[in-house]
């Protein structure tokens, strides 16, 4: 509705994002959004916001850019020293900007993707029912890209609720990660190497984007006769697919189909760990089963709903 | 075979209804993709068919796995009960060969054919819409006649224009958004495949016919024109 940042410096990979497109991935549009879906949501919370507003989300660092209007911000996730008009602020908090301020972001120094939640949402057209931005295929978010310098992004108009002015607590993320992980849909095709799997610590390798992870340190053999490529079949984000060589690939935001076996499914309430991992970290893998799998969901669904002090 | 159910994480069952390129398997799958969306049920978020697979995301906090399947094993009933709707057949035009299909002559001294042949050939058989996937309105198509079988390009192009119509090995399809690719292109369509702000974003589903009608070069542009509008 009005204008609200002006891009000073965009940081290398920042884009609109909320929680994802759900109803379009039999045509080939994969679920896109926030690659953490706890910073975001609790972004969005710090400035009076539904949890499914659109946030930018930043990678490895963080945007630099101009208030043109009044307008509460909240910055969470990694931690990317940010600076209100040269005097460091704080990350998790609610903060008033006014017209002119001029917010400036580093490097990430913990984790991976910093949020940055705007009163009201940044209003980017809805596309198939999310605003998130869909690299690959060029559209969704603010033009279907990246943020450069110079854009200008507008927000929308939202009544002033009562809000919390700053998180009780905020996570550390650590250099090794554990996320749990369901065993399939194709692990009878590893049946010798599945117990390994999960007592290996792999590293994240340079190649990690929001279409997948792909880990290095430790190959996965599928067993004798089993096949090295399937029919495509649909993926889900978590899906750990292990391509011919043995490096398992940890499949995110941006792809609807594979033609490899996956031997397990990392499970959606700990997705957002794997949000903030960078080249470099170690990474291993906990067996769970569906109904804990079930479990942990519904205990993730209430902790985002974690009634907060106003 | 039995159909079989598969936990793909926390929140997502895979439905196996068979096994390879099978248009019968395949027309279960999307039969029972369009009953699960009819029907409506409030735990059920998104179903997706593949060639032999069905996707069906759910909530957990609605429904369990158990339940998911049984609703599954319920519908299936249906299917005997009720008969197929024929499948549709949705009409792409193409222009094939000169700027538009750039490897038409590759192709046609590669079957042993004429150019004329190859557009023959190509535009005679309806491909089934096995699935949809890798980019918007990418369809991965079965049928491909046996003589127009062509081996990918040694190394991609940049850019694919969006539209063009090509073949690699025994597959045929439609670039729907520009793109790197490697596959040889014979032609290429004047219609907007994938439309995201249209109603329907996409002019055919998994499960449709697909028929390629060879058009002129003025034919092509009157086309263009009229998609642009």
């Excluded at chain 1, 945007?63 to 043109?68: D, E, K, N, R, V």
Aim: hydrophobic share 40%; glycine share 12%; proline share 8%.
């Amino acid at each position: 509705m009005s204008d609200a940042l002006r891009i000073i410096s965009p940081g290398p990979c920042t884009t609109v994002q909320d929680l994802g497109r759900f109803h379009a991935m039999h045509l080939g549009v994969p679920v896109s959004g926030v690659m953490d879906d706890y910073a975001a949501t609790f972004a969005n919370r710090l400035v009076g916001n539904d949890p499914g507003a659109a946030v930018l989300e930043m990678t490895l660092a963080g945007a630099s850019f101009t208030a043109l209007a009044a307008c509460d911000i909240a910055i969470t996730g990694a931690a990317m020293g940010p600076r209100l008009n040269g005097r460091p602020v704080e990350q998790w908090v609610s903060l008033p900007l006014a017209p002119g301020d001029v917010v400036e972001m580093g490097g990430a120094e913990n984790g991976c993707r910093a949020y940055l939640a705007i009163g009201g949402g940044f209003d980017v057209a809805p596309l198939l029912g999310s605003r998130s931005t869909y690299l690959g295929g060029k559209c969704g978010g603010f033009q279907g890209r990246m943020l450069a310098a110079g854009d200008v992004l507008r927000r929308l108009e939202a009544p002033l609720l009562p809000r919390p002015k700053r998180l009780p607590w905020y996570p550390i993320y650590p250099e090794t990660i554990v996320v749990e992980a369901i065993p399939g849909p194709h692990h009878p095709y590893f049946g010798a190497a599945l117990e390994g799997f999960f007592s290996t610590v792999f590293t994240v390798s340079a190649q990690c984007n929001r279409m997948g992870i792909r880990l290095d340190g430790g190959k996965v053999q599928r067993d004798p006769g089993a096949p090295e490529s399937i029919l495509s079949e649909p993926v889900v984000p978590g899906n750990v697919q292990i391509p011919a060589g043995g490096q398992p690939i940890i499949l995110l935001k941006e792809q609807t189909v594979g033609g490899y076996t996956a031997i397990a499914t990392v499970i959606s309430s700990d997705l957002w760990r794997l949000g903030q991992a960078k080249p470099g970290d170690r990474l291993r893998f906990s067996r769970v089963d569906v109904d804990s799998g079930q479990r942990l969901l519904r205990q993730w669904v209430e902790f985002l709903a974690t009634p907060l002090p106003c | 075979m039995a159909t079989e159910f598969i936990a793909s994480g926390e929140r997502c069952l895979l439905a196996v209804y068979g096994r390879g390129i099978d248009e019968q398997v395949n027309e279960r799958v999307h039969r029972m993709a369009a009953l699960l969306r009819r029907h409506g049920n409030p735990a059920i978020e998104a179903v997706v068919g593949s060639y032999c697979t069905l996707a069906v995301h759910y909530n957990p906090l609605r429904s369990g796995f158990a339940e998911v399947a049984a609703l599954l094993t319920d519908l299936e009933k249906e299917l005997v009960t009720t008969t197929a709707a024929p499948a549709r057949t949705v009409d792409i035009p193409v222009c094939y060969g000169g700027a538009f299909g750039p490897d038409l002559d590759f192709v046609a001294s590669h079957c042993r054919m004429s150019e004329e042949q190859v557009i023959a050939c190509h535009s005679k058989p309806a491909y089934r819409i096995y699935t949809i996937g890798f980019a918007p309105g990418f369809c991965y198509l079965g049928g491909l006649d046996e003589g127009l079988h062509t081996p990918r390009l040694e190394s991609p192009r940049q850019k694919v224009a969006a539209g063009s119509v090509g073949i690699a090995g025994n597959q045929t399809g439609v670039y729907p958004l520009d793109s790197p690719g490697g596959w040889r292109l014979i032609g290429r369509t004047p219609l907007r495949l994938f439309a995201p702000e249209r109603q329907q974003p996409l002019l055919y589903e998994a499960g449709d016919l697909i028929r390629f009608r060879p058009i002129s070069e003025s034919e092509y542009l009157t086309l263009a024109e009229e998609e642009r509008r």
